[in-house]
């Protein structure tokens, strides 16, 4: 059964900077995709940033340049860096991997970014 947790969030001010981690578990048959979403509330879930099998990224376009997004395919973990955080980065963020034959989705890890 795959699982995938997600961890890093948490409070931080304006400006501030948060690393989300996703580590997923059991067998996934190629991740090919591997990105992070949030959703906060009232509004829908967007994408935050992705990034393939091959290293080609992709952001939302809210990002402009302050977050960076990896990976580490021996770990199966996603990171996400973020930098020169907002309040209306204040979310629960995703972790989402989009496999050969299915598509998972962590629990969601809180960040709220608020003096």
């Known amino acids: 059964q795959v699982q995938l947790v997600e961890s890093g969030g948490g409070l931080v001010q304006p400006g501030g900077s948060l690393r989300l981690s996703c580590a997923a578990s059991?067998?996934?048959?190629?991740?090919?995709?591997m990105g992070w979403y949030r959703q906060a509330p009232g509004k829908e879930r967007e994408l935050v940033a992705s990034?393939?099998?091959?290293?080609?990224?992709n952001y939302g376009n809210f990002v402009k340049g302050r977050f960076t997004i990896s990976r580490d395919n021996a770990k199966k973990t996603v990171y996400l860096q973020m930098n020169s955080l907002k309040p209306e980065d204040t979310a629960v963020y995703y972790c989402?991997?989009?496999?050969?034959?299915?598509?998972?989705w962590g629990k969601g890890t809180l960040v709220t970014v608020s003096s």
């Open positions: 989402n991997i989009l496999a050969t034959f299915s598509t998972y």
């Open positions: 059991g067998t996934i048959f190629s991740m090919n995709v």
């Open positions: 990034i393939t099998s091959g290293g080609s990224t």
